[in-house]
């Protein structure tokens, strides 16, 4: 089975942000990147909006109040790429806060030209 595994790749600083993340989001969001790597899906990863169907999936965890959110993308049939963890600060209901989603955007299109080299 290991060997079906899909390698995972982290996109800018999305593996140190996640490394400052309670241990308990951490393991949420680890093993939920275990499933995509499988080819599986968390319970708690949906797609995210704005992205064009299922390739961009949002995993949230909420701990002591704080919201926490891991994206990651399975578009790419090679591996995962961990494109953004963050601690949600918005006080805007349960949207994305711009600033992520215009980073989560960017590191898209820098795969997506990684992707066609």
């Given at each position: 089975m290991p060997s079906s595994l899909?390698?995972?790749?982290?996109?800018?600083?999305?593996?140190k942000?996640?490394?400052a993340m309670p241990e308990e989001?951490?393991?949420t969001f680890g093993y939920a990147l275990h499933l995509a790597q499988c080819?599986?899906?968390?319970?708690?990863?949906k797609p995210l909006k704005?992205?064009?169907g299922a390739g961009v999936l949002?995993?949230?965890?909420?701990?002591?109040?704080?919201?926490?959110?891991?994206v990651y993308t399975v578009r790419y049939a090679a591996a995962v790429y961990v494109l953004h963890c963050f601690q949600?600060?918005?006080t805007h209901g349960i949207s994305t806060p711009k600033p992520d989603l215009d980073l989560i955007e960017a590191r898209l299109k820098a795969i997506a030209a990684k992707a066609k080299e």
């Open positions: 899909k390698p995972l790749y982290w996109v800018g600083s999305a593996r942000d996640l490394g989001v951490q393991d080819g599986e899906k968390h319970a708690q990863a704005g992205f064009g949002e995993v949230v965890e909420d701990h002591q109040g704080d919201a926490y959110r891991a949600k600060k918005s």
